[in-house]
């Protein structure tokens, strides 16, 4: 179900792996959700189960053939694995496959960032930033590297300069939330989600955010609401979580 997928997508966030294969997994072999299988990808990722990380990203990427992360995650995962062959012509077609020009920096941090490798991560981020010093998804990524490696302060900078860029762009804020969730400032982090959802009404990844919160204070009553809004305005969200 679609609250199955959003409680899931918490859980991955919250580096909760393994109740993102307990919720999913028994749906591994019969489901065609791309969302469902990049889930389950990133988790036995994580978790060190190579295997069925790789057949769960092979089937999303059969059903989705352009979403390009999918490709990434998978060739970065071969290559690890020793199929370094095949692993880098799934990089290789996941430029290719990008809508969105991914240049090979990007695919090797966000590579690097998949596989759990936050130094390596860190120093391809920081250096390709001297190339792009005023690309927003360049501040972006840099940013969410950043706080993977658990420099808040840093990775602020790099979404303060990105939301002066593109103030209506909706993942700088919700990474500007993030930083505000560890920084114990739940007010601000609020704030975000329900700017976000001024400009963007049916944005689901701040709507998710806006459940973690009131689950978060157990407050059912907000709880039940924005489920229902969430449900009302994405009853079909494909939504795989690649970082």
């Known amino acids: 179900t679609e609250l199955n997928k959003m409680m899931a997508s918490l859980y991955l966030s919250s580096g909760e792996y393994q109740r993102v294969v307990e919720l999913l997994g028994a749906q591994m072999r019969s489901t065609d959700d791309v969302q469902i299988l990049a889930l389950l990808g990133s988790a036995y990722m994580a978790l060190g189960k190579q295997q069925p990380a790789f057949d769960a990203y092979r089937r999303a990427i059969k059903l989705a053939p352009d979403i390009s992360q999918l490709r990434t995650h998978l060739g970065v995962g071969l290559i690890r694995a020793g199929e370094s062959g095949e692993g880098m012509a799934m990089l290789h077609s996941a430029v290719e496959a990008s809508r969105e020009t991914l240049n090979p920096e990007?695919?090797?941090?966000?590579?690097h960032l998949s596989q759990g490798e936050l130094a390596a991560a860190r120093d391809a981020a920081l250096a390709m930033e001297?190339?792009?010093?005023?690309?927003?998804?360049?501040?972006?990524?840099?940013?969410?590297?950043?706080?993977?490696n658990e420099d808040p302060a840093a990775a602020k900078k790099r979404f303060e300069k990105a939301l002066v860029i593109a103030p209506d762009f909706p993942p700088t804020r919700i990474n500007l939330a993030r930083v505000a969730l560890i920084e114990n400032d739940r007010v601000q982090a609020e704030r975000q989600f329900k700017k976000i959802l001024e400009t963007?009404?049916?944005?689901?990844?701040?709507?998710?955010?806006?459940?973690?919160?009131?689950?978060?204070?157990?407050?059912?009553?907000?709880?039940?609401?924005?489920?229902?809004?969430?449900?009302?305005?994405?009853?079909?969200?494909?939504?795989?979580?690649?970082v």
């Open 106 to 111: 990007i695919i090797l941090v966000m590579g």
């Open 130 to 148: 001297q190339g792009y010093p005023d690309r927003l998804q360049v501040l972006n990524l840099v940013g969410v590297v950043l706080l993977a």
């Open 200 to 242: 963007h009404p049916h944005y689901l990844d701040a709507m998710i955010g806006m459940i973690a919160l009131a689950d978060s204070d157990g407050d059912t009553e907000g709880l039940e609401t924005w489920v229902s809004r969430a449900l009302q305005s994405n009853p079909g969200a494909v939504q795989p979580r690649v």
